[in-house]
C-alpha cells in the first residue's frame, strides 16, 4: 500500500504541476484536498510499517488512520487561510464569469 500511495501521489503531482490537464474551473480549496487525500494512503502505510516493528498487532490500527484522514480532508482543505486564485470571486470561491 505505501508504494501504490507513492504512486497514486506522485500522479497527483503530475497532473498538478501541468495546469492543461485540470479543469478550467477548479478551486484551490478542491485542489489542496485532493492532495490531502492522496498523501494518506503514505503516510498511513509508513506509520503502519514504522508500528510494526514496535508491535506487529497495533500496526493494523495505522490503515484506520486512512479512513480517519479521507474525512478529514475537506476540513483540512476549508481550514487554511490561503489567498484565493486571479479570477476567483471570494464570496463563492468559483470562477467570474467574463
Do not use: C
Not at 505505501?2 to 497514486?8: E, H, K, P, R, S
Not at 516493528?53 to 476540513?75: D, K, R, T, W
Amino acid at each position: 500500500m505505501f508504494i501504490t500511495g507513492l504512486i497514486l501521489y506522485a500522479n497527483w503531482s503530475y497532473v498538478k504541476r501541468r495546469k492543461y490537464l485540470l479543469k478550467k474551473d477548479i478551486a484551490m480549496r478542491t485542489l489542496r484536498a485532493i492532495k490531502f487525500r492522496t498523501a494518506s494512503l503514505p503516510i498511513a502505510s509508513a506509520l503502519a510499517i514504522a508500528l510494526a516493528f514496535v508491535s506487529p498487532p497495533i500496526s493494523n490500527v495505522a490503515y484506520v488512520l486512512i479512513g480517519i484522514m479521507m474525512e478529514m480532508a475537506p476540513l483540512h482543505a476549508r481550514s487554511r487561510r490561503q489567498p484565493l486564485d486571479v479570477g476567483e470571486d471570494k464570496r463563492q470561491n468559483m470562477p467570474r464569469a467574463v
